[in-house]
């Protein structure tokens, strides 16, 4: 290899990394308005796979398309308004129960305490020294500032699948104007219906996964007595959204419930191994079999996409860390001098 294809290898792949880096940097800075846009794109495409459905059978899929457009989109809008709805419902019980749970937990302390004499250590012992951080007052507002945001967000998300939704009845049309070349078309549209094939595919099954998980949570948890069984079997259905890191964390908020509660270590301990099991059984058995290798991903990339995208947007970051690195995967997988990379990212070597 001559000196000048040496340095002109060096300055591809310089640009190459500048480029990454730079588009990264425009992600993080550009979160406010990207993130609700990548959760409404993500969900146009499931919707669009509903509406797929609802044309392949017999009576409904003989309406115009724009009919099942609005249809779609009205359902998902009242599903997202009732969970909003129940969500504040719950979280302001929560926040008027949580002086009780205050004193649970301190009468739970102070057992500690007098059982292994934690007092010589601490004055006032453990329940002093950790419920001293503990302000209710500033937990509820935290909450309550917390779900404006929600509200807001989600009605920004709302407007723009909508937007997605009506583009997408015109999309191959545009394509043609935009593109002329039948090819480059037809690229296109197997770009996108890859795209939304694996996405659409994948979160719609994903969601009645965690409908399933949520539900019989729901079940486990109100046999077991927990308080607000309702929102923490929706917790844990949204939670179950991040792979990995989303069923510890959906298995840690009941449990912490659950000793706040009763006060009763034993208590935490049986809803964490009920809770458990539950994920264990969904994971490991129920989830495999409905979505396969929709996504093929490798578990690697599945790790550090969760890491990266966390890092750039926060907790949205972690839920959209799947679809968006998907959607990464199938552009990468139609061109040439990037196919090696998607393979790479594969889990099973084939894009």
């Known amino acids: 290899m001559d000196r000048d294809t040496h340095l002109k290898h060096l300055l591809t792949a310089f640009l190459a990394i500048s480029l990454f880096f730079l588009i990264t940097w425009m992600i993080y800075l550009g979160q406010e308005v990207l993130v609700p846009l990548a959760y409404a794109v993500v969900a146009a495409f499931v919707l669009v796979q509903v509406v797929d459905w609802l044309g392949r059978l017999p009576i409904i899929g003989r309406t115009p398309l724009w009919s099942r457009h609005v249809v779609v989109l009205a359902a998902f809008l009242i599903a997202v308004a009732v969970l909003v709805v129940q969500v504040r419902i719950n979280v302001e019980a929560l926040i008027g129960r949580l ?10 302390l102070d057992r500690v305490d007098a059982r292994f004499g934690l007092d010589q250590y ?22 309550l500032g917390a779900l404006g945001s929600l509200g807001g967000l989600v009605l920004l998300i709302f407007l723009y699948t909508a937007f997605v939704l009506a583009e997408y009845a015109n999309f191959v049309g545009k394509l043609h104007t935009a ?9 296109a549209l197997r770009v996108t219906g890859d795209i939304n094939q694996r996405i659409g595919g994948f979160l719609a099954i994903k969601t009645v996964v965690n409908l ?18 309702g929102f923490w079997a929706i917790v844990i259905g949204v939670l179950n959204y991040i792979p990995y890191l989303g069923s510890f964390a959906a298995v840690s908020f009941p449990v912490v419930m659950a000793l706040a509660q009763s006060g009763s270590i034993r208590v935490a301990a049986t809803t964490l191994v009920v809770l458990t099991i539950l994920q264990v059984i969904v ?11 929709r996504v093929n ?7 550090i996409s969760l890491a990266g995208w966390y890092a750039l947007w926060g907790f949205s970051g972690a839920v959209l860390a799947i679809p968006l690195t998907v959607i990464l995967l199938s552009v990468l997988s139609t061109m040439e ?3 090696p990379v ?7 070597g084939r894009v």
């Open 212 to 229: 399933i998980l949520g539900i019989i949570s729901y079940a486990a948890l109100v046999v077991l007595g927990i308080e607000l069984a």
């Open 99 to 108: 002086p009780d749970y205050q004193v649970n937990i301190s009468l739970l």
């Open 337 to 339: 001098f990037t196919r």
């Open 122 to 143: 601490w004055d006032g012992g453990l329940s002093r020294a950790l419920l001293s951080q503990f302000n209710p007052q500033a937990i509820a507002r935290s909450f």
């Open 297 to 303: 991903l490798s578990p690697l990339v599945v790790l």
């Open 342 to 348: 998607a393979i790479l990212l594969s889990n099973n």
């Open 283 to 293: 994971g490991s058995f129920v989830e495999p079999r409905m979505i396969g290798q």
């Open 179 to 187: 593109l002329g070349d039948s090819r480059d078309v037809e690229q």
